[in-house]
C-alpha cells in the first residue's frame, strides 16, 4: 500500500477504536445508572435509562458498519483483520450490556408498590460494583492492548460467578423467612442474574482482546466456582 492509503487505514482503525470506547463508556455509565435507580428505587431515572438504550444500539451499528466496509475496501490481514473483528465483537458485547442494565431498569419500575426492605439491595450493589470493576479494566485493556491485563480479568470470572451464588441462596432465606420478601427478592434474583451476565460480558471481551493481541483462541474453560444451588439461566426479560 502507499503511504496515504496505509495512513488512511490506520485512521479509519483508530476511529472504529475511538467508537469502541464511546459504546463501552455508555455501556458503563448505564449500569451505573441502573444501579443508582435499583438503590433508590427510582423509577423516573429507570425509565430515562430505557429511553436511552437506543444510543448504545444505534453506536454498535455504526462500529459494525464501519468495520464491514473497512474490510470491504482495505482487505486486511493478520493483525489489522483481527482487529477490526474485534471492534465487532466486543461492540456487541457492549450493546447486550446496554440491554441487561435496561433489563435491570425495567426491574426498578415494576417494583413500584410493593413491599421493599431495602437492606436486601446491598448485595446486589456488591455484585454490581465486582461486574463493573471488571468492565472498566477489561476496557483499559482493550485500550492499551494488554493482553496480561485482559487475561486477568477473565481469571476473575469465578469471583463474580461466587458472589451470585451466595447472593442467590440469601435472598432465597429472605424469602422463605417472611413471604412479604418474595415479590422483592425475585425480582432482585433478576437483577443479579443480568449482573452476573455483565460479567459474562466482560470475559468475553477479555477473550476477545488476548486474540486480537496474540492471534491466539482461548481454549481453555473459564474457571468456575460450585454453581449447584443458582440455576445457570433465569428467564430474562424482554430486550
Not at 448505564?30 to 436511552?52: P, T
Not at 437492606?119 to 463493573?132: D, K, R, T
Amino acid at each position: 500500500m502507499t503511504d496515504h492509503t496505509v495512513s488512511a487505514f490506520d485512521d479509519e482503525l483508530r476511529e472504529i477504536g475511538r467508537s469502541v470506547a464511546e459504546i463501552g463508556g455508555l455501556a458503563e455509565q448505564m449500569v451505573e445508572r441502573a444501579m443508582s435507580a435499583l438503590v433508590r428505587l427510582d423509577a423516573e431515572l429507570a425509565q430515562r435509562i430505557i429511553a436511552d438504550d437506543y444510543k448504545v444500539d444505534r453506536l454498535q451499528h455504526e462500529i459494525e458498519e464501519k468495520a464491514i466496509l473497512l474490510i470491504a475496501r482495505r482487505q486486511p490481514m493478520a493483525r489489522d483483520l483481527r482487529e477490526v473483528v474485534a471492534a465487532i465483537r466486543i461492540a456487541a458485547d457492549l450493546e447486550r450490556v446496554g440491554d441487561l442494565a435496561k433489563n435491570i431498569a425495567k426491574r426498578v419500575i415494576a417494583l413500584q408498590g410493593q413491599f421493599q426492605p431495602q437492606s436486601l439491595v446491598h448485595g446486589v450493589e456488591h455484585l454490581a460494583e465486582l461486574s463493573l470493576e471488571q468492565l472498566k479494566h477489561v476496557l483499559d485493556a482493550y485500550a492499551g492492548r494488554d493482553t496480561d491485563a485482559a487475561m486477568a480479568v477473565w481469571r476473575r470470572d469465578e469471583e463474580v460467578d461466587a458472589l451470585y451464588t451466595s447472593l442467590f441462596r440469601e435472598l432465597l432465606t429472605y424469602m422463605m423467612e417472611d413471604p412479604r420478601n418474595i415479590g422483592f427478592c425475585t425480582h432482585l434474583l433478576f437483577c443479579a442474574k443480568n449482573i452476573e451476565r455483565i460479567g459474562d460480558h466482560a470475559t468475553n471481551i477479555a477473550e476477545t482482546v488476548h486474540y486480537q493481541i496474540t492471534g491466539v483462541m482461548l481454549t481453555d474453560e473459564r474457571p468456575k466456582r460450585d454453581r449447584t444451588v443458582a440455576p445457570a439461566d433465569l428467564p430474562q426479560t424482554d430486550d
